[in-house]
């Protein structure tokens, strides 16, 4: 088993880390949350007083931080542990941020003579809890070989996007499909409920026929349709629509960087936007049908 050094242990990277510990690795963790710190330290983490002390010896380096200027100052300014690491450490970044920012630290990386890859992840908060993530990677091919024992103790469907930067760009497409059919789906049983249907019916109709997507099937908008969705825990202890939104600011970056055409993202990012000015960013993106019900 090898020595982990995990840096970011919000909803995502607490128990991405955890299941690391699962898997027998030793897993020195650091964050600027106390309470992440103790709950990580539960789980069977080595806690460090610093990221520059988590990362001390260690034979991989994993960073989950909410943008790309705070892996930026982990990594090569602030705390540099690009500077700091072996030679033979390799970096993994499953943090989602913007494609450049992903492809100047690999060369910041391979400058050091240090492996780097980008791998951020899909699935939530359940799947990250669960271990059964999806990692999407860029980086070399002899990076996304080391890289790849690790992340299937943190998930189960593991690809190899490209080369730096590709994990990242592989994110913004998929997210911003996800947002396109979430909105889909919130208008399409909205717009059934309104008209006297009910929404398990509906819904039940809908996965048995030409209109079935992954919002409809595993990640109901409407509360009571299933019993574990986060529409049915209030919209809470999902993706939240700050993220979505997030996400979609960055795949709009990324179709402008291309000159790529993208309406219906772009109408997505319009109508999470609007949700997220209503107030309710720290809910589930799910609850983007509170934007269509009436009354509300």
Same mark, same amino acid.
């Given at each position: ?38 709950? #990580?330290?539960?789980? /069977?983490?080595? %806690? +460090?007083?610093? $990221?520059?002390?988590? !990362?001390?010896? &260690? ?59 980008? #791998?951020?992840?899909? /699935?939530?908060? %359940? +799947?990250?809890? $669960?271990?059964?993530? !999806?990692?999407? &990677? ?159």
């Amino acid at each position: 088993m090898s020595k982990i050094a995990f840096v970011g242990l919000g909803n995502m990277g607490g128990p991405m880390a955890a299941n690391l510990v699962k898997a027998g690795h030793e897993v020195h963790v650091f964050d600027l949350s106390e309470a992440a710190l103790q709950h #990580a330290v539960e789980a /069977g983490a080595v %806690a +460090a007083p610093s $990221a520059v002390e988590a !990362a001390e010896g &260690v034979e991989y380096l994993i960073t989950m931080l909410p943008a790309g200027k705070h892996v930026e100052s982990v990594l090569v300014k602030q705390d540099a542990l690009l500077d700091k690491v072996s030679k033979e450490c390799l970096a993994i970044d499953c943090s989602t941020i913007d494609a450049d920012t992903a492809r100047r630290l690999g060369a910041a990386a391979e400058a050091r003579g240090i492996q780097f890859v980008d #791998a951020p992840v899909s /699935g939530g908060i %359940a +799947a990250a809890a $669960a271990g059964t993530l !999806a990692f999407m &990677v860029g980086g070399s091919e002899a990076g996304f070989s080391r890289a790849k024992p690790v992340l299937e103790c943190m998930g189960k469907n593991i690809f190899h996007a490209g080369d730096a930067g590709a994990g990242q760009l592989a994110k913004a497409c998929n997210n911003m499909l996800l947002a396109i059919h979430m909105a889909g789906t919130v208008e399409a049983l909205n717009m059934g409920i309104n008209n006297g249907l009910d929404p398990k019916v509906l819904s039940e109709i809908m996965l048995n026929s030409s209109g079935r997507n992954w919002s409809l099937e595993v990640y109901n908008p409407v509360p009571g349709v299933q019993e574990n969705s986060a529409a049915s825990r209030g919209y809470e202890g999902g993706f939240m629509t700050d993220l979505m939104c997030k996400d979609l600011g960055l795949a709009m970056d990324a179709s402008q960087t291309s000159g790529s055409p993208v309406p219906m993202g772009s109408a997505a990012r319009g109508l999470f936007n609007l949700h997220q000015a209503h107030g309710n960013g720290k809910l589930d993106f799910s609850s983007l049908l509170k934007l269509y019900q009436k009354g509300e």
